[in-house]
């Protein structure tokens, strides 16, 4: 079994910035992947960024040039830097984590952002 604690998110103003964080614990030896999904209501959760074990980044196209995620592999951390939110950027995010070797992914149980004037 794998835990994932969630911190940060919370309230910013349009342009304004924020940081989450997740650290993920329990019975695996690596995590093949790590990364942040987001959802609204009525809609599909849909990937914000993720980090693979070799460093490799993704991003989704409305968040490149603004968000930056970074992985850390010895302390099994994962980090979303939020600059220049916009209020399109309001959701729940979730982390998400792909164990190495069986492929199972695992969740956080999120945490919101919000952007408001």
């Known amino acids: 079994q794998v835990q994932l604690v969630e911190s940060g998110g919370g309230l910013a103003q349009p342009g304004g910035s924020l940081r989450l964080s997740c650290a993920a614990s329990?019975?695996?030896?690596?995590?093949?992947?790590m990364g942040w999904w987001r959802q609204t209501p009525g809609k599909q959760r849909e990937l914000v960024a993720s980090?693979?074990?070799?460093?490799?980044?993704n991003y989704a196209d409305s968040v490149k040039g603004r968000f930056t995620v970074s992985g850390d592999n010895v302390k099994n951390t994962v980090t979303l830097q939020m600059n220049s939110l916009k209020t399109d950027d309001t959701a729940v995010y979730y982390c998400?984590?792909?164990?190495?070797?069986?492929?199972?992914?695992?969740w956080g149980q999120g945490t919101q952002v919000t952007v408001s004037p």
């Open positions: 998400r984590v792909v164990v190495s070797g069986v492929g199972y992914a695992y």
């Open positions: 329990g019975d695996f030896f690596s995590l093949n992947s």
């Open positions: 980090v693979s074990a070799g460093g490799s980044t």
